[in-house]
């Protein structure tokens, strides 16, 4: 490779020049606190010094929009190819734009040429520059190497010193160069430009090598990771508008006035917009933003990279900074589907409550998120220190912005968790497990068990239904707890009970003078609600201690159930969350991945379940 040498006046010299010639002169220009890609009337007007610009300068190869044919109405012999395509030079194009142009020209060039774009392409001669100023979002480090760039004509390289040393890569740089005031390089610029190339760091990275990605993001299309932030996801297209890699389009007629001709367009369009995979007969096979979202993020991660073995994604950082509900970056998904399993995430305790003398409740929130669980997972909560154990999540995941759990002081975790106060954190890994369905069970009846502590996970259940009672037949809740002072949530309780289609049964184990209510264990209560119950249309929701179990599936056998309508949680010694440790595993089972919840039906052989 040749290398140059050339001041910063006589490159605008250079510049000025160019402008007076044939080609159309395009470079980075300052609008506002912005930089974006501009017909350049006068050299001064060039900032090679910026961050990112907007948009990439793929819009000189791919228009917005632009004409592919023109036409006579209702004459198919008179479509006519339209080819419009100028000379032209682009300076200031950062290496990772120059890496996805190399991506564009293989996608446009394979198979059938796309003659529009090669048209383009092939009279515009690139000069490139390497980063002089960092952006927050960029991560091309990660994604591409020198290789991926070179189908740049020049490159320049700001010494710091009022000058450019310039890498000659093509021969049409090559003979563009000899008519500015460049000089060989010597040894020691060469030297030094190969420092002053990175001089500039990325400021983020991803967590994994580059040749790793295609074959991780394969094993994660089911990553809860692209559901939790697609909730988020407006389906505007910034994040595809921005993009340099992106080439997908939309083509469409468009009729004269006159009635008597047109045009055949073709114009920018994205996978995550809302219509983009809509077929005939109304069908969109992505239809869900998190269906959206995942065919991004592998189309880059894997689909392009597998297809022209070349990177789909750049690492540019645009659309992180275009995306208004922050979920577009790949980076960040990414890195957030390779968090090591055992990391918690930090969580804020924001309120904590007594209940019982032995219960508390704590209100926990996440830092940029919600924990978007469901009814009946559990998280690990760790105290430096001290340690990490297994909770039930009491709150349903309709309550937004926090969760709660209800902990009983009983070891040394538990017993450092009840001395926090607001304000204190601890990690959280989570949520983990399976759920009690009960958004599968639209219009069903629903009857809930909870024996003591069972009530803390099955109100997580019991809110979610309330909050959409209407879509729910009727709904049985039996309580039952050892004596008036362990009794659980019991304003909630009330509030249940006044719900329409609703029945709230309590009972104690041991009643005093100021209990009214019944008093016995909890199958005394199964038999006060066994007329109202219909066990075809019912699904039985059962947590408890262990002994409660056999006895309460007994009577809900006797009335008719099938084990597979019979919903139990299993509390099991769970360390790692994540079915590695052995510890919760019963026969085959690991609890904590394949519950805590089960039906009956499922365990209903194994010894050591029950």
């Known amino acids: 490779m040749e290398y140059k040498t050339i001041g910063k006046r006589d490159f605008r010299d250079f510049v000025n020049k160019l402008i007076q010639g044939d080609h159309e002169i395009n470079g980075v220009v300052g609008k506002g606190t912005a930089f974006v890609y501009d017909t350049l009337a006068d050299a001064s007007d060039l900032c090679l010094d910026y961050d990112e610009t907007l948009l990439p300068p793929k819009k000189y190869f791919l228009p917005v929009k632009e004409t592919l044919l023109t036409f006579k109405t209702g004459d198919p012999s008179s479509y006519h190819e339209s080819v419009e395509a100028e000379p032209r030079i682009i300076i200031g194009i950062h290496p990772w734009d120059l890496a996805a142009i190399a991506l564009l020209d293989k996608a446009f060039s394979t198979g059938q040429s796309d ?37 740049a004509d020049l490159m320049l390289v700001d010494m710091g010193d009022g000058t450019y040393a310039i890498e000659v890569v093509s021969e049409k740089g090559s003979v563009l160069i000899q008519k500015s005031a460049a000089v060989p390089a010597d040894e020691h610029t060469i030297e030094n430009m190969e420092r002053r190339k990175h001089v500039v760091q990325d400021e983020a990275r991803l967590s994994m090598p580059m040749k790793d990605l ?7 299309q089911q990553s809860k990771v692209i559901d939790r932030r697609a909730e988020r996801c407006f389906s505007c297209g910034s994040c595809v508008l921005v993009c340099p890699t992106c080439y997908c ?66 690492g540019c950082g645009r659309c992180a900074r275009a995306c208004v509900a922050d979920i577009a970056s790949p980076l960040e998904i990414v890195n957030e589907m390779n968090r090591s399993i055992y990391l918690p995430e930090v969580a804020t305790l924001q309120k904590v409550e007594d209940m019982t003398d032995k219960d508390r409740f704590f209100e926990f929130t996440l830092e940029g998120r919600d924990l978007d669980h469901q009814p009946g997972q559990f998280v ?60 599968r069970y639209l219009g069903k009846d629903l009857l809930f068990i909870a024996g003591g502590l069972g009530l803390a996970p099955l109100r997580s259940a019991i809110n979610y239904v309330m909050d959409d009672r209407k879509n729910y037949g009727q709904v049985i809740i039996l309580s039952g ?36 209510g019944q008093t016995g264990v909890i199958t005394t209560l199964i038999p006060m609600v066994s007329d109202r119950i219909i066990p075809s249309n019912t699904k039985a929701f059962v947590v408890g201690p262990p002994i409660m179990y056999r006895f309460v599936i007994r009577e809900l056998e006797t009335l008719g159930f099938d084990h597979k309508d019979i919903l139990v949680s299993l509390e099991r010694r769970m360390e790692c969350g ?29 010894m050591e379940a029950l």
């Open 578 to 606: 994540v079915g590695k440790c052995g510890h919760c595993q019963i026969d085959d089972i690991y609890v904590c991945q394949e519950g805590p919840v089960f039906t009956y039906e499922s365990i209903r052989e194994s």
């Open 115 to 151: 003659v529009n774009y090669l048209s383009r392409r092939n009279q515009s001669l690139l000069i490139g520059i390497y980063p002089t100023r960092a952006f927050k979002h960029r991560f091309s480090g990660s994604m591409i190497t020198d290789e991926h760039y070179q189908v």
């Open 214 to 220: 295609p074959a991780f993001l394969q094993k994660q």
């Open 481 to 516: 707890a050892r004596d008036r002072s362990q009794r659980l949530f019991p304003e909630e309780v009330k509030r249940w009970s006044r719900a329409p289609d609703t029945l709230v049964l309590e009972t104690l184990d041991q009643g005093d003078e100021a209990w009214s």
């Open 380 to 439: 690990e909560l760790s105290i430096p220190g001290i340690g990490e154990a297994p909770f039930s999540i009491s709150s349903s995941p309709t309550k937004q912005g926090s969760f709660e759990m209800l902990i009983r002081n009983v070891g040394k975790v538990t017993e450092a968790v009840h001395r926090l106060a607001p304000g204190d954190q601890v990690g959280i890994r989570g949520p983990f497990g399976s759920h009690f369905a009960v958004e």
């Open 249 to 314: 389009f939309h083509v469409e007629e468009e009729v004269d006035l006159s009635l008597q001709a047109g045009r055949r367009t073709r114009t920018w369009d994205g996978c995550m917009m809302e219509g983009f995979a809509s077929a005939a007969g109304g069908h969109n096979f992505r239809e869900t933003p998190a269906n959206r979202l995942r065919h991004r993020v592998l189309r880059k991660g894997k689909y392009l990279p597998d297809h022209f073995h070349l990177p789909g994604c750049v």
